[in-house]
């Protein structure tokens, strides 16, 4: 299997989203691939299991991408060898009446993993400086004070908003929170096979609402504001990571790797026992062994 540097996928410098390939050859079956998804989901359980015994640090897994990117199905595959008390999903869909009620991230903090736990966020606080922006009438929802029509958003609103998410990353960064960023790249045309392929197979017809067809009339407006987002908020703390996603098995053996090879930086540990307990464990083994 073709090796594919991670720190190739990782922005660490202003980008072209059309410079980077929704579609990468590893050189292999889609069999081999499984396989190899499947060994780094044994290693990534594991590393679960001690981080969640160390009790120090927590993971947060953002997903971003175009409808029919892939995102609930690599979701499934990436992370079906972790205890389900160690990993939780969150799917943020339009603000409701109390979320409206708040600033734009307190959902988002609510949302943050415990200390040991991972959370990924299936759709992520950067809605708020995409689909709004291509949607500001949404911003008028919010009761922010001096926006009461659309024409009072001016450039410095975005750019305050991308200073708040910089700040809301750094912080829970620095708090133990270590955050990767994946854009699922997809092509155009690869979107149009998979929406054709929900009309043409009746059991994904329910995945299919006509607004994708309107929202695909937007594609240039969500790459440009894709693409502005992600320069302005890759940080070496909460690095984006921008992944061909036109192969949906290439994808998620692409996103698990990098998970991977991000943990593996750290020095996760099992607690080590109370001296008297390490003492005696001969003691209360052959207690227990006894018992009849």
Request: aromatic share 10%.
């Amino acid at each position: 299997m073709k090796n594919i540097s991670i720190d190739s996928l990782k922005v660490s410098s202003t980008i072209k989203l059309a410079d980077f390939p929704t579609l990468i050859d590893v050189a292999t079956s889609e069999k081999k691939k499984e396989k190899e998804l499947q060994k780094i989901r044994e290693k990534l359980s594991k590393i679960q299991d001690m981080m969640y015994a160390h009790n120090k640090y927590s993971v947060l897994i953002c997903l971003q991408g175009m409808d029919t990117a892939g995102k609930d199905s690599l979701i499934r595959e990436v992370f079906k060898e972790f205890n389900a008390r160690g990993v939780v999903v969150h799917s943020f869909k339009t603000p409701n009446t109390n979320e409206l009620e708040h600033d734009f991230l307190w959902r988002h903090y609510l949302a943050l993993p415990e200390k040991g736990k991972f959370s990924v966020f299936n759709r992520t606080h950067y809605e708020n400086v995409l689909i709004t922006r291509v949607h500001p009438e949404y911003i008028v929802n919010e009761n922010i004070p001096g926006i009461d029509k659309v024409d009072d958003i001016t450039p410095e609103f975005w750019e305050n908003r991308f200073e708040s998410i910089n700040a809301f990353e750094k912080h829970v960064a620095s708090n133990g929170v270590i955050i990767l960023k994946f854009f699922l790249h997809l092509s155009k045309e690869e979107q149009r096979q998979r929406l054709l392929r929900r009309l043409e197979k009746e059991k994904h017809n329910w995945k299919f609402s006509p607004a994708d067809l309107k929202e695909r009339l937007l594609w240039e407006d969500y790459q440009n504001c894709y693409e502005e987002a992600i320069n302005k908020t890759s940080k070496p703390h909460a690095p984006w990571l921008i992944i061909p996603a036109d192969n949906k098995e290439t994808a998620r053996y692409l996103v698990a790797k990098s998970i991977l090879e991000e943990l593996e930086k750290y020095e996760f540990h099992y607690p080590e026992l109370d001296q008297e307990i390490q003492d005696n464990i001969k003691m209360y083994h052959d207690k227990l062994a006894s018992e009849k």
